[in-house]
């Protein structure tokens, strides 16, 4: 049974940092992202990861400040959050790929992941 858990979100003051982790269970996935939820709004891409090459891509508006890495050995995937501002708060999710690696193209499509975790919430305060 494939599991995603999140862990790590809080409360932090806008400028500080918060690191997320998912932990991912049941089999290993090709492509892993992050992706983001504030209330009324849509659920919307921040990062993702491709195993082979690991290549990472980012939104524009997370660039420079969040870094995504992931440890092959225990199948986790991390998000460092630096600089963090108030429109950065939002329930963030951890995402996975069943299938072969997403594309650039397609790497920030919800739509594309097949295997969702529950969300963990990240307040910063201004």
């Known amino acids: 049974q494939v599991q995603l858990v999140e862990s790590g979100g809080g409360l932090v003051q806008a400028g500080g940092s918060l690191r997320l982790s998912c932990s991912a269970s049941g089999r290993t996935f090709n492509t892993m992202g992050w992706f983001r939820q504030a209330p009324g709004k849509e659920r919307e891409f921040v990062a993702a990861?491709?195993?082979?090459?690991?290549?990472?891509h980012y939104a524009d508006s997370v660039k420079g400040r969040f870094t995504i890495s992931r440890l092959n050995a225990d199948n986790t995937m991390y998000l460092q959050m630096n600089s963090l501002k108030p429109e950065d708060a939002a329930v963030y999710y951890c995402a996975a790929r069943s299938g072969a690696a997403l594309i650039a193209g397609h790497i920030g499509v919800v739509r594309e992941y097949d295997y969702w975790g529950r969300g963990t919430q990240v307040t910063v305060s201004s």
């Open positions: 990861i491709r195993w082979s090459g690991n290549m990472k």
